[in-house]
């Protein structure tokens, strides 16, 4: 008798298969999410902030041990540096007491030249203080989560300041958590200005600690040691508050040290400059 | 027999432990260090988290909690999204192909073999987020993040056996030759 040919699959290799389409099928939708992502999808970032909504507390409560520990140790590096640091402070003391009075006098002579050109000077900038909570930094992205308790004014792309200068942008607001974009990460671009000679340009962050100033003339005037600050174009950042001091000119690129020392981060100022909103209505209106 | 609702909730903790765990660790891995380099020396506990578990305890670490884990790394990071996704679920088929040959050798020979997967993860994930950028992102810091992975890897693959001998020892299984 002829035997008849049988096609069948057992249980276990249809399991095996089924494993073998659904990790295709992941490696598919991790591609088709990053497709999404780069577009900016809103419902990515729905989900993206349900689920970093309930991880920013765990990791604001893991993260108290750690801050006693480096409070200890702060304690500790006090005490040893105290007469230098003394020291260092008396000199500071004494420049800024020579500072203030200059200020003083330059603001009386400013507030009467603004009298005399009928000046409005714009709004005063309010912030609010945030504590950084997490931070991640490697190769692929420089960013922090920072938390404040007054978090209603906080909006996507306002300013932050660190100790004494700008370190980034906010970039999503998750109720108190806030994620803030350093500009050392590849997707931060900051228009700025070399102080002393005004030279233009855009601060490139490309996840080093060094982001690079692109978009300058070959023979312009820059100098390291030159301090570099926003120059308010794009709206964005207000004008003059300072980013940078150039480190090394090279003839590939131009590279900028962070004056914050954004690896020692614990509180930032996330300024309202209300300079943001306006360039928000505009987008929302040629959205519409 | 049926078993007490003690009983029931024990047995299906145990089922998401190395997901739990895992996800804890890499919580832990985004504490502020306040240490000079430490942006530039950061591990990828994630990877290391994946590759381990889904080289023992694949039966408890499949494809669904890759993905949930994936998905958490996602949200906290400003990586763009699917990047982790792609990058675990690639480990995780690397581990799952090697696991046969590796998880019976000495721990030099698991780790060496997480130091190839993760070079190829690393590479991939440089590729990516390349293209994803459309701009080369700097090899230094791939390097330097690729080096402190497999340095640490020792002391979260302890962690990770401490949890499997401690809480799933009687659950483990046999795998069979693939």
């Known amino acids: 008798m002829k035997r008849r040919r049988v096609l069948f699959i057992r249980l276990s290799q249809f399991r095996v298969l089924l494993r073998k389409a659904l990790v295709v099928l992941v490696f598919l939708s991790a591609l088709l999410v990053m497709m999404l992502s780069k577009a900016d999808s809103r419902l990515l970032n729905k989900i993206s902030n349900s689920v970093s909504g309930i991880l920013n507390p765990i990791v604001r409560v893991l993260q108290i041990p750690a801050q006693i520990v480096y409070a200890a140790y702060d304690g500790v590096r006090d005490v040893v540096f105290v007469y230098q640091e003394n020291k260092l402070l008396k000199q500071q003391n004494i420049d800024l007491l020579m500072l203030k009075n200059q200020v003083r006098t330059l603001k009386m002579e400013n507030r009467l030249l603004g009298r005399m050109l009928h000046y409005t000077p714009p709004p005063e900038a309010s912030f609010v203080t945030a504590k950084i909570i997490a931070e991640e930094g490697d190769a692929f992205s420089h960013s922090v989560i920072a938390y404040t308790r007054n978090s209603d004014n906080v909006k996507k792309g306002q300013v932050v300041l660190g100790s004494e200068s700008v370190i980034g942008r906010v970039d999503n607001v998750n109720g108190p958590y806030v994620r803030i974009l350093l500009f050392t990460d590849i997707n931060s671009k900051i228009p700025v200005l070399v102080e002393r000679s005004r030279v233009r340009g855009v601060l490139s962050g490309d996840n080093t600690m060094v982001p690079k100033l692109l978009f300058t003339a070959l023979n312009a005037d820059i100098k390291e040691g030159d301090i570099i600050v926003t120059s308010g174009v794009a709206g964005v950042f207000p004008v003059g508050l300072p980013v940078g001091v150039v480190s090394k000119i090279s003839a590939d690129a131009i590279e900028v040290e962070t004056i914050t020392d954004i690896e020692r981060l614990e509180y930032v100022k996330i300024v309202d400059y209300g300079v943001y909103d306006g360039v928000l209505e505009i987008n929302n209106t040629l959205e519409n | ?178």
Not at chain 2, 98 to 106: D, E, I, L, M, R
């Open chain 2, 1 to 178: 027999m049926h078993e007490s609702w003690a009983e029931i909730i024990e047995n299906n903790l145990k089922k998401v432990l190395p997901l739990l765990f895992s996800t804890f660790l890499l919580l832990i891995a985004y504490i502020p260090v306040h240490i000079p380099l430490s942006q530039f020396f950061r591990p990828d506990i994630g990877m290391i988290c994946v590759y381990f578990w889904a080289l023992y305890r694949q039966d408890l670490f499949g494809v669904c909690s890759t993905l949930v884990f994936a998905v958490i790394a996602d949200s906290l990071s400003a990586a763009p999204d699917g990047l982790n996704i792609f990058i675990f679920i690639f480990i995780f088929t690397m581990s799952v192909t090697f696991a046969s040959y590796v998880n019976t050798k000495p721990f030099a020979v698991n780790w060496a073999g997480f130091s190839v997967i993760s070079l190829m993860a690393f590479v991939v994930k440089w590729l990516l987020s390349s293209m994803f950028y459309s701009r080369f992102l700097p090899f230094g810091g791939i390097f330097a993040a690729y080096a402190a992975t497999v340095f640490l890897y020792p002391l979260i693959a302890r962690l990770n056996i401490y949890i499997q001998n401690r809480f799933l020892a009687g659950e483990e299984v046999i795998y069979e030759q693939r």
